[in-house]
């Protein structure tokens, strides 16, 4: 299984994630919604194979 690592950085209202490989930028107001987030990133830039990967999220 692969891995995807998402620096997370926080403002007051918001959570901002980005990957470097591939490049991806999510955005979200809690970490739960963060990580649905960064699932439909995953099936929009990957398609079905995105199931092969693994999500971590880095503060």
Do not use: C, W
């Not at 997370?8 to 809690?30: D, F, G, H, M, Y």
């Amino acid at each position: 299984m692969r891995e995807i690592v998402f620096r997370v950085a926080s403002s007051p209202t918001t959570l901002q994630a980005k990957s470097e490989s591939p490049s991806l930028t999510i955005r979200s107001s809690n970490l739960e919604e963060l990580h649905h987030a960064a699932r439909d990133a995953l099936i929009e830039h990957f398609g079905p194979s995105h199931g092969a990967y693994k999500v971590r999220f880095k503060r």
